[in-house]
């Protein structure tokens, strides 16, 4: 992830270092085919996006203790089509197995975390959104979770399994994610969305 006010020269191929090493500020990128992304464009993300994350964060937050970390929006170094990708999720976890807590270097995730979860903003529909799944599952992610605040669903994606939406009192339940119990209609409702 990479945050800038700093205007990009349109077209100009970035390494990851030099995507790693421009100016942080107001808009957030993510480094895709070379070029530095804004991550939420057209739209930036708004109070129920906010809302829903920071929900989110305090649940996956609890349940991780002891096993592993969650960051918001933290850069991931993957492979997308044979170039190196650096997306930057709304959430995420990695595990100490993963990534161990010791490890001290500040930067971006540099393994595949178990989990990634994005929140869709406005004007940003579920369709663009898959194929940002399809890449995510094909570099390595086992989970992904797309939340949609307009339709009150989380959709689960799997890398052998079709997806499989929740809406109300599903409850989403993982033997991948032992011991995590996420109610949609619940989140939604702590994140007051009407």
């Not at 939406?165 to 109610?183: H, M, N, R, Y």
């Amino acid at each position: 992830m990479l945050s800038t006010t700093e205007p990009l020269v349109s077209g100009q191929k970035l390494t990851p270092e030099q995507f790693l090493a421009l100016p942080e500020g107001d808009v957030t990128y993510e480094l895709v085919d070379g070029q530095a992304v804004p991550k939420d464009a057209p739209m930036s993300p708004q109070r129920f996006h906010a809302s829903l994350q920071k929900r989110l964060l305090w649940i996956l937050d609890a349940w991780c203790q002891g096993k592993g970390d969650v960051y918001t929006e933290l850069a991931i170094v993957l492979q997308r089509q044979g170039k190196e990708w650096f997306p930057a999720p709304d959430l995420l976890y990695v595990s100490f197995e993963r990534w161990p807590a010791q490890h001290t270097q500040d930067g971006p995730c540099p393994v595949a975390p178990e989990w990634v979860i994005e929140i869709l903003s406005p004007g940003q529909s579920f369709g663009a959104m898959l194929q940002k799944v399809a890449d995510y599952l094909d570099a390595g992610v086992p989970r992904v979770w797309v939340v949609d605040p307009q339709a009150k669903s989380i959709t689960v994606f799997y890398p052998d399994a079709p997806p499989r939406t929740f809406t109300g009192s599903q409850a989403i339940q993982d033997e991948f994610l032992p011991g995590l119990k996420v109610v949609p209609q619940d989140v939604f409702a702590q994140a007051r969305i009407p």
